[in-house]
């Protein structure tokens, strides 16, 4: 169907660009040929001349080429007609109306702004033009029913009128997807153009008709002309009856057609209004077109205002939690559908958001998700105190490990010299008895110091330990841990440091470092201090084997394994004191450093 359309529509093109050539041909005949013995080529006021660039014009219109040149062209045949206005007016004006018609033959006019299509400026022009040229040549068709010597008259020559009515084919089919050819929808205008060939035919027939009773001698000429003319008008008012009976079932489907659209109109408003979510319909631009009735409700417009305008807020394409405002001001969680309306081509023609109140579920949803804390809060309650119970058990365990092990020795010392010394007093000379009476009180000391340390330690524990930060001489509380040992300590600190801590604090932790380089290190032992800035570093260095590297990361934790009680301490009361604590290895030495802030004596 399109390949047959598309020849039809170079046909209708091809016989326009012949009518065209035709139509110039005979204008130039016309300016070539002399007229009331003037001279041949003058130009004595003839319209006919106009046919030249008329033909010219719908040529270039037919083959679609230099549009602008015919254009021009047709107002040019349309000036040259209205020159000849007052010798020939009849042929003058079909000539100006087909020039026109050729000039403007793109041009439309909207019968509204918003309609899609318009109503050509040309089809009233060429149907003037052809109305005149037909005027002229009717009384030539009834010229065999009047007597040889006399004729009827005519507002033009019939040849002028030929030329315009090919003209005026050629300017419609030069265009046949936009003329009164066009097929369109069932209608008064459709009616006319299959009416257009009777209505043309109409005075041919009356015309042969009358010629036929003249010559056969069955009427006068004026019977004849008589007879034709009735003819003609009864053939004229059927097709005018024809035309009134098809305006009636037009508008009778018209008004059906109306009927069916209010009808779909108000069920599809109904349904609208009935819908148990809030819809917002919307143009291309996004202005709200109309809403309905649980969308005012949930907002709270209830007046027309919001028509017509787009709002702040919209939701996004699909379907997603979404919030809208409330004409009080507060915010309303809904679930927002975001649709698309397409064209037939797909582009956007309008959209439509469907919101559905959510509040309850919302209301849920936070329930659940307090309810949810709530739970994970007592969560990690429990697994705090759970993270307590094993660390007490683990401390427990620990404390009891120790008892078993550490306090067991002096203990278990402190019963046998006991008993040797009760069992063999008087046997045993002065200096056995002095021995033992020394080992046991060096067994109570060890065990007493032991119990001081737990003491501590319990205390540390439970966070009950707090400084007194004084500036102490750390010379002086070196000297005074490190009177009455057995080993040999080199004391390498400057009279005139001191450092900014608690001294009881302070002479446990040089207590503990002193006695855990006896117990692990090896001798030289020597005890430096120095003042870097605003920070004393105290240094008990030895030259034992050190600990395992696998050991180092929990060497100051409570209860670590052969180093008992007095890292642990140490790490506690330093940092109780603001200081650190840290151990070093080298390939000779070994040292525990400790960091307290500087203080003036």
């Known amino acids: 169907m399109q390949i047959a359309a598309h020849d039809v529509g170079r046909l209708s093109r091809l016989i326009a660009g012949a009518a065209g050539v035709a139509v110039a041909l005979f204008g130039i005949l016309t300016l070539f040929t002399p007229a009331d013995g003037g001279p041949p080529g003058a130009f004595d006021g003839d319209p006919a001349a106009a046919l030249v660039p008329a033909g010219a014009a719908l040529l270039l219109l037919a083959a679609g080429v230099w549009r602008v040149a015919a254009y021009s062209l047709g107002g040019i045949a349309a000036a040259i007609g209205l020159l000849s206005l007052t010798s020939h007016p009849a042929a003058a004006v079909a000539v100006a109306l087909a020039g026109l018609a050729l000039a403007g033959i793109d041009l439309r006019v909207r019968s509204s702004p918003g309609s899609p299509a318009g109503y050509r400026v040309a089809d009233p022009l060429l149907a003037g033009a052809t109305i005149i040229a037909l005027v002229a040549l009717v009384p030539r068709m009834f010229a065999l029913t009047f007597p040889p010597d006399a004729g009827p008259g005519t507002v033009m020559s019939p040849y002028v009128a030929g030329g315009l009515l090919t003209l005026t084919v050629g300017t419609i089919l030069a265009r046949p997807e936009a003329g009164p050819l066009r097929t369109t929808s069932a209608g008064p205008g459709t009616v006319i153009r299959r009416a257009l060939p009777a209505l043309i035919g109409v005075p041919a027939i009356a015309a042969l008709v009358s010629a036929l009773a003249v010559r056969s001698g069955i009427s006068r000429p004026a019977a004849a002309v008589s007879t034709g003319a009735v003819l003609a008008a009864f053939a004229v008012l059927a097709l005018v009856g024809y035309l009134v009976r098809s305006l009636e079932g037009a508008d009778r489907r018209q008004q059906e057609l109306v009927t069916q659209l209010d009808e779909r109109g108000k069920f599809a408003d109904t349904l609208l209004q009935s819908m148990n979510e809030a819809v917002l319909v919307l143009d291309v631009n996004y202005r709200v077109i109309d809403v309905n009735r649980r969308w005012r409700e949930l907002t709270g417009h209830l007046d027309a205002a919001t028509l017509g305008v787009r709002p702040a807020n919209l939701p996004g394409a699909g379907t997603s939690d979404f919030s809208i405002k409330r004409a009080d001001g507060t915010d309303l969680p809904v679930l927002a559908t975001m649709a698309t309306i397409p064209h037939e081509d797909g582009t956007p023609r309008a959209y439509v958001a469907t919101y559905v109140d959510i509040t309850d579920r919302k209301a849920a949803e936070d329930a659940l998700s307090d309810h949810a804390g709530e739970l994970e809060r007592g969560n990690t309650e429990l697994r ?218």
């Open 384 to 601: 705090e105190a759970n993270a307590r119970l094993e660390a007490a058990l683990a401390f427990k365990n620990d404390l009891t490990s120790m008892l078993t092990h550490d306090l067991a020795q002096p203990i278990s010392s402190i019963a046998s010299l006991a008993e040797l010394l009760a069992a063999d007093y008087t046997d045993l000379p002065d200096d056995i008895r002095l021995e033992l009476a020394t080992k046991i009180d060096k067994n109570t000391r060890r065990l007493i110091k032991m119990m001081n340390d737990l003491q501590l330690l319990f205390r540390l524990d439970t966070g009950s330990v707090t400084a007194q930060r004084t500036p102490v001489p750390v010379y002086e509380i070196v000297c005074s841990v490190t009177a009455g040992t057995d080993v040999d300590i080199d004391i390498r600190i400057d009279e005139e440091i001191s450092a900014l801590a608690d001294r009881g604090h302070l002479t446990a932790v040089v207590k503990n470092l002193v006695t855990n380089a006896m117990t692990h290190g090896a001798p030289p032992i020597t005890i430096t201090a120095t003042r870097q800035a605003d920070l004393i570093e105290l240094t008990v260095q030895d030259q034992g084997p050190g600990i395992p590297a696998d050991q180092i990361p929990k060497l100051f934790d409570r209860f670590m394994r052969g180093a008992g009680l007095g890292l642990f301490i140490v790490r506690h009361l330093v940092e109780a004191n603001g200081g650190t604590v840290r151990y070093e290895r080298t390939e000779e030495v070994t040292r525990l450093v400790v960091t307290l802030e500087a203080g003036s004596v």
